[in-house]
């Protein structure tokens, strides 16, 4: 069983559009995190849940709104897509004080 | 705010030879976590490894051992007997450990390949 999931692992789309991305986790935990890595392979934090409610927001542009229905799923919506935009996003989750356990990762290409 | 600092953008590392990847970390928290994490070249974040800042003794797991040095801000990553499975990016990350603010903040990496 995949502890953390992602979908879709693909993701092209056309500037301008809008998509969603899906993260669930099926270990209990109650913190999940989305990270964006640029082509450069930083990965930098964008948001982090705590028992369905919004811990961190790192400036992340408002076109991105975290969404998350339970504890076990924190979805990533993104509005009016810019070629920046085109990345590598990872969903996490963890409990306190021990490691984030990654999902696989959905490349996002804007075209 | 944390930072975390890797040096070695990329090291080429005999296959059964020990290697060492090298990470400083700049912090003003009592309480903080350190982690290294590996993604090979299909793209996955694998966790390998984590030192608590109050823990005196290093971590270890199977192969991978954590060297922490808290008066020199150092959490180097030790693997001992490369494999070629070993090539991979491999990232260093810190933690505040504050209830509910416990993002990683990431290194830059560093590429490692082992050569057969």
């Known amino acids: 069983d995949t502890a953390v999931s992602q979908t879709p692992k693909y993701l092209v789309t056309q500037m301008g559009n809008d998509k969603s991305i899906k993260c669930e986790q099926n270990?209990?935990?109650?913190?999940m995190y989305w990270y964006k890595q640029d082509s450069k392979k930083f990965l930098k934090i964008m948001f982090s849940y705590n028992n369905k409610e919004l811990i961190i927001n790192e400036t992340v542009p408002n076109r991105f709104s975290p969404k998350s229905p339970d504890k076990a799923h924190l979805n990533l919506h993104i509005n009016s897509l810019e070629l920046g935009d085109s990345a590598v996003y990872f969903c996490a989750s963890s409990q306190w004080r021990y490691e984030q356990y990654f999902g696989p990762g959905t490349r996002l290409t804007v075209t | 705010a944390q930072k975390i600092t890797q040096t070695q953008p990329g090291m080429f590392v005999q296959e059964k030879e020990a290697v060492t990847l090298d990470c400083t970390y700049d912090?003003?928290?009592?309480?903080?976590?350190l982690f290294w994490y590996k993604q090979p070249s299909s793209g996955e974040m694998i966790f390998l490894i984590y030192q608590g800042s109050y823990d005196e003794q290093n971590a270890t797991e199977g192969r991978y051992s954590l060297n922490f040095q808290k008066a020199r801000k150092s959490a180097n990553l030790v693997i001992s007997a490369s494999q070629l499975g070993d090539s991979a990016m491999y990232f260093c990350?810190?933690?505040?450990?504050?209830?509910?603010?416990?993002?990683?903040?990431f290194g830059t990496g560093t590429r490692l390949t082992i050569i057969p």
């Open positions: 270990l209990g935990h109650d913190t």
């Open positions: 912090t003003s928290d009592q309480s903080y976590g």
């Open positions: 990350a810190m933690s505040q450990e504050n209830f509910g603010n416990e993002k990683l903040t």
